[in-house]
């Protein structure tokens, strides 16, 4: 069993932190000794967010380009540098989900804002950090959440599978192109989870038969620690 305090120290933000995935994300990364920093558009639940977990709150889109370098330097200067980046954040497209002969350019303008270039804007204004991070030895690692609707042709999804898709391979292209500076990538699809979001997507469906955003969290967790050595080490002084 892993100590409360096994990820003490290491710093993580996470895009879109106060619901669903991230914010189970932020509850089990403080709760568990690591640094967080998270963003989400809505004041009155990023500051709830902040006050109940001791997590720093940033209140910014990330899909809008003019808040990139904002949400950057607030990580960076409130977390001392970053070790690892949760890309999570998402946008649906049209709302009741549509066949792509009735999704607006706009909807599909704004799924991609959001899902793709987002996490690619963010993730290019916060490398220097995670390079840095990975030179000196903690490591450094980028988390993009996907879906398996960006590799099955949903009818319905396709703003939001195209843009997961394009996420996904960007993921694993960045994966490729980073390994000389030490900074990894990992995509990561989540499962169907009981969240705002899918209740959005998918109305009729029982919440029963869908995971708990904790469990894929914790997933998240494992995998982080899995693809972060130095986390390995940490954890065994700490048992030792
Ligand atoms: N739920 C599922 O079954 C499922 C399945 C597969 C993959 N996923 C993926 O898992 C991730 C989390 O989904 P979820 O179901 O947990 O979603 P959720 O419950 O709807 O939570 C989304 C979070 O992102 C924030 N957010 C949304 N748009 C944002 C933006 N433009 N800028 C900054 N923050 C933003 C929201 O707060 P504000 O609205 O206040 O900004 C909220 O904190 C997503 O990447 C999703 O695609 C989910």
Partial sequence: MQRKSDLGGLRVAVTGGTSGLGLALVRLLASRGARVAFVAR????????????????IIGDVGC???IFPIALQITGNLGGLDV???????LGPVPMAPLADTDCEELEQALAVNLLGPFRLTKALFGSLAKSANEGTGALVINITSDAAVNAYPGWGAYGASKAA?????????????ADGVRFRAIDPGDMDTPLHALAMPDADP?????????????IQTMRD??????????????
């Fill in 85 to 91: 980046l949760i890309n999570n954040a998402s946008s």
């Fill in 227 to 240: 693809a972060l050595p130095c986390l390995t080490a940490h954890s065994a002084r700490l048992t030792a």
């Fill in 167 to 179: 996420l996904g391979h960007l993921t694993a292209i960045w994966a490729e192109e980073a390994k």
């Fill in 208 to 220: 029963a038969k869908l995971k708990r955003p904790e469990e894929s969290a914790a997933e998240i």
């Fill in 42 to 57: 809505t004041a009155p639940a990023v500051e709830d967010t902040a006050r109940r977990t001791g997590a720093y709150g």
């Fill in 65 to 67: 380009k003019d808040d």
